[in-house]
């Protein structure tokens, strides 16, 4: 069992940067591939990007790659999504996903679900 809270919440201005961060529970967090997602008002829940177990691989969507990085702190149980460049169309709630075994894009194919955290950019 995962339990995952994120944090990092803000509004920011186009252009700026935000770290959102993902705390689990759950001693086998590092066997986990993590993700992240997000939703914005009236649209379904996108992939952003994943990492492996590892740490070693990552993988974006094109609308983020160049901008955002994700990263893990095995140490810590923690999942990061640094931010920058931010536009008004990243705006949306964050989500953090875990599963088991290999990075996916689909959000079906995780298990464990963030309760999420809003970010907004303003232009």
């Known amino acids: 069992q995962v339990q995952l809270v994120e944090s990092g919440a803000g509004l920011v201005q186009v252009g700026g940067s935000l770290r959102l961060s993902c705390g689990a529970s759950?001693?086998?967090?590092?066997?986990?591939?993590m993700g992240w997602f997000r939703q914005a008002p009236g649209k379904e829940r996108e992939f952003v990007a994943a990492i492996s177990w590892s740490g070693g691989t990552t993988f974006y969507a094109d609308s983020v790659k160049g901008r955002f990085t994700i990263s893990r702190d095995i140490a810590k149980n923690t999942v990061y999504l640094q931010m920058n460049s931010l536009k008004p169309e990243d705006t949306a709630v964050y989500y953090c996903?875990?599963?088991?075994?290999?990075?996916?894009?689909?959000?079906?194919?995780?298990?464990?679900w963030g309760q999420g955290t809003q970010v907004t950019v303003s232009s």
């Open positions: 996903a875990a599963r088991k075994g290999f990075i996916r894009v689909g959000s079906r194919e995780y298990d464990y």
């Open positions: 759950g001693r086998t967090f590092s066997s986990y591939a």
